[in-house]
């Protein structure tokens, strides 16, 4: 633990990236986690607990600059409902389906008709 400007920092190093090594660093303002020597990966702000991944100045509760891979996500709307996201885009889909169905039958329709 290194402390410089009233501001403990933490350096760690592992067997495969000795002479890149990782920090964490916390102040006022938040913690920072850097890898790589000056490489910001990861920061919470101590204004409000935002969390920032590829970003310094996250403006969500969780805000990622980046791909993010899950098995699944859920969207809280209140606290009693909840959104499977992966549902509602299935359902989504079967309702375009059905439309481009009677859109089709449609074009039949007027195509006969004239």
Known sequence: ILTGAGRPKIVGTSEKHSRQPGTLQSS??????????????????GTNGFVGIGTTT???TL??????AA????????ANQTSDVQQTITD??????TLKTKIAEMEKFFVAKN
Not at 63 to 68: A, D
Not at 71 to 78: D, S
């Open 92 to 97: 989504m889909q079967q309702e375009i389906q």
């Open 63 to 68: 805000e990622v600059n980046g791909t993010i």
């Open 58 to 60: 996250p403006n969500y």
């Open 28 to 45: 006022i303002d938040g913690m920072s986690f850097n890898t790589g020597g000056a490489f910001e990966r990861m920061r919470i702000l």
């Open 71 to 78: 098995q699944k996500i859920m969207i809280t709307t209140t």
